[in-house]
């Protein structure tokens, strides 16, 4: 950590800060310059909370040196970490994609999407039984009943299943029912649902906030480490900008941001972004061509009628087309998608 | 709800629309202009979702007509509500100075601030037994504990007291020792948390996300309200913008805004935004003069030593200044600050 | 354009709002729905400017139907406009790569880029001699000076040859030495200068603006063509977000969304959003993934003693492993970069 | 000037850095701590260009530690400047009103509202003769026609008139006619018009950009007072945020930040933001109230019937109104509303 003092700090308010320092077993290194006095904070930034010296009159900045996060960082664990479940791995060379309905919305939906999903090849089957919705008017999805469903899919037709959840009170119930477990946008600094899943011993798929930064969005992914439980996988799903002409901004620059800075696997979810079933295609091969782990996409077999996201499901055949297209980027960039 | 077709739609593509709009129990007008197709829908259009209009490939945008909210607009609502609590009015003439530390550290702590501002007259302190932090390595609160600090110190000095709650789990507790619920920045859209709040009687002050909308903000007042509890105080607290310089941007411009769009009390917590003390006083200042209902100030007697934002809790001496200079402008716009 | 009246709006006024219309040579169509009446707009809309309705105080809001510019946009221009110079085409099949250096700096540096850039096959060459700086103590290029010498290499390397117009009163010396003009992103919306560029007979690459919306960046578009200069290749280089960690976001998803509207080529220009060199391989793959019909990458024989941009130019021989790689990625999406 | 250098950096790199700083003429002082090394930089760090520094591959990150604005910043100047105009001061205690039309339409509208406002007590009049326009086909102004009516007007009643410029060839010509040049958003970093306007002796007042940085901002000041023109009024107008339901955010917690950086006048346009008559009134008090040196307020005899921004320009009466209680404000803030 370094301090820069105001303009002609006296030295009873260098003492000061130094006593501070030097109080949580730091050492503190004074350096005049020709026009700043700067602190130098030696040891483990972490015992020294920022806002502590930040609050001092005489200081005029602070800046961090160290990361903030211990256990998601490159620098503790240089490897990519790779995640497990049931024979699928996310974070090696292949580039996994998961695929289903935005909402479980009936046995026969699920079963129809995801038998044809199988089919073409795909390995990890997605939709929600809890469904965070912006009105209180809209559907919430089907809860413990989705749950079987989606158990019952998975199961008869050998997929891993994910889904989203997002109280802690459900936390366990999800748990029991499927193979990974997903912490929504709205939900990324949600810090007792993240230490809930933090308990479980089930992969965690953790979507960035639609304007978190990306210590934040580590921070988040720090949180249900800290429970114990390793299996990561972050995924981006667009941000909040000025923009009026799209829902959000697909932010596809920061994936190779967080993959120098974190092992942990890195997917994208193009379709939450775009809002519209016209730009998921282009956005897909562009998440590969840029390095993503995996993708998410939402499939439907009649958005028309879905109970949600009708705009932004893609048909049955239209996922096939493009399937098949991104296997070609993937092996471009030398990868494979699965 | 207005749906304008992509240009040269095709009769049965446009009947097809008018279908879905008719089995809503909503009437379709059709009108062919010189450039474009667009069909306008008359009725309750909370029937109809966007999206599935949205979605259809010949629909070009949709555009929405009415306030999709019920209970917190003014349409419905026109005066302004005023939520009352042990003999203090919010969104009346009064504007409510809300004021007190961060955390909740010690009974001895508490009980030094709090007989401070009592002396002031301020008559609602505010205090976290519950914090949410970007780290998990950070203070996390006092938890319970905590909670009965605050009720003790209402109780003996005769203050309404509000505290933050983030667990959905935690609702009931903290409903039982304090006078008001906050819900933070962070859980602004966790809707199963407002869920809870919704089903307390007792008031609840919401801040706003720092990227969300306005809309989203209202929605989820609605969500709280949608629950049975009508006691709704909105807190602005600071968005998410470009500039490194500031932590956030209090978005003091936002105010009007939603005081025309809702009845409800809307108040502005400046300190979070700042980030540090400098600001603070010229923030709430802004804010009186621009139309809050209410200001929530942190106050700390030993800011330094605080466990938790350090930079940004104004000290006793510093805030009683300010309370008086505040009532000043107060006065300028016609208003009495309590 | 759609007018929404607020609520309990009087005929009087109503009838007010329709003969605005009428005398702008357009037909009103009222609609009295359930909740809220409503006055369509029928005719060339751009007739009647949106503010003069939003002004009035009766009026809740204005939503228009019609696209706002003339010239860009696909409605009116369906096909795709392919600008071509001196045998390269931009907008077709093919990609067309664009490579140089930040700034022209001498004569030997720009003969030994250009040389090693003309032998992998590069058929652009970009440099700049007016560089926009943030300080106006950083270096503000060669001028008239480094126009001859791009001018030189152009000639003698047989290249096409692009560098930036700032000033209006350059724009004719700048036509006259290269063979396409550039508008960067502090630009997009110098209206004085795009009239000028407008007047020229030679192709300009318009960056959007850090933050212009993509109606602003399109219309800026329409400045210049209004002058008669439809060449026009727009280039995405970034947006601002609100995250600390990277320079700009490299906004890739904008490029089908720009696409879709408009028939002139979109390129990207992913070293300034980086800001430095390591993102720069995964961000060019993806703009190719998602659509660019060209590049604009900096090369440097020599960053690290480059007068600008030292830390986001490629080396030659990073730029040309690159090059390789990024034929691949083309490849698989079907086109061809050149 | 801090260099953190990536773990485990060589010595031979670390000499590398060394000697690019000490060629410099700079002293480096470099500290092994526990998990970093880092490289103080000691001397004006003006000589040494970060980008220089973070093109190095074995670069973590570069933190700068001085103001790099040699004439705007608060350490060079510790006074507030005051900017003196016909008898006008800004940035003293008095608060200034400029008033007037958005455009300059016609002689009789011009007189019309300038002898109102003279009436009143209002000392400065605005009005524009050259226009940015998003659209090529809105009103452009009505260009040197215009300057003859706003000198006119300034003569005949005795005001100080000010005006827009947006090209560097009019620069001298608008200097001519009005007492103030103004350089609008979409300018703030058109370098080459900065510098001509660093060359007359008038007072400049200089907005910000929708999006330009507090650093950008006051470089763009710098770039004035580099030429030799010290008279610079700062003038917030408003940023681009993520909400759909205004058009900018006036971004009033920018002013004290501003005005702790800089010793000159910062003003506020409520106008521009608000796009809309509505919450002008409570934007005004506001920014009053946040510590602004002025304030700039559009206003019209028949807004219905402009040539531009009829929705924001308040109406005589309307202006005549808040004037008033503008000043009740000023006075509660200790201050002078002129």
Not at 4 to 22: A, P
């Amino acid at each position: 950590m370094i301090i820069v003092m105001k303009k002609d700090v006296s030295q009873k308010n260098l003492d000061h800060v130094v006593d501070i320092i030097e109080k949580k077993g730091l050492q503190a290194h004074v350096s005049k310059g020709t026009e700043k006095t700067i602190v130098g904070v030696i040891g483990d930034e972490a015992r020294l909370e920022k806002e502590i010296i930040l609050g001092l009159d005489f200081v005029e900045k602070v800046m961090p040196i160290q990361k903030p996060y211990k256990r998601v960082g490159r620098e503790v664990h240089p490897d990519n970490t790779i995640v497990k479940v049931k024979g699928v791995e996310f974070g090696g060379n292949d580039i996994v994609m998961i695929a289903g309905p935005c909402s479980c919305e009936s046995e026969e939906q699920m079963f129809t999407i995801a038998t044809a999903l199988k089919k073409m090849g795909v390995k990890v089957f997605r939709s929600s039984a809890y469904k965070p919705r912006t009105s209180p008017y809209a559907f919430q999805g089907l809860g413990v009943k989705g749950l079987k469903i989606i158990q019952k899919v998975g199961r008869e037709l050998d997929l891993v299943t994910e889904t989203e959840v997002m109280d802690p009170r459900n936390v366990e119930v999800v748990a029991k029912h499927v193979d990974m477990l997903r912490v929504g946008a709205r939900n990324t600094q949600n810090f007792d649902l993240l230490k809930e899943v933090g308990k479980v011993d089930k992969p965690v798929i953790l979507k960035n906030g639609v304007s978190t930064t990306v210590d934040e969005w580590l921070f988040a992914a720090e949180y249900i480490m800290n429970e114990g439980n390793n299996n990561v996988i972050l995924c981006e799903r667009g941000i909040r900008t000025f923009e009026p002409l799209t829902r959000n901004t697909l932010n596809l620059s920061v994936i190779p941001l967080v993959k120098s800075l974190t092992h942990l696997p890195v997917i994208v979810d193009p379709c939450h972004a775009a809002g519209k079933r016209g730009p998921i295609p282009a956005l897909s091969k562009a998440s590969i061509a840029v390095g993503a782990d995996g993708l998410m996409i939402e499939v439907h077999n009649d958005p028309e009628n879905a109970l949600s996201d009708q705009a932004q499901q893609l048909r049955i055949p239209e996922f096939e087309k493009l399937y098949a297209e991104l296997k070609l980027v993937a092996q471009a960039v030398g990868r494979k998608l699965v």
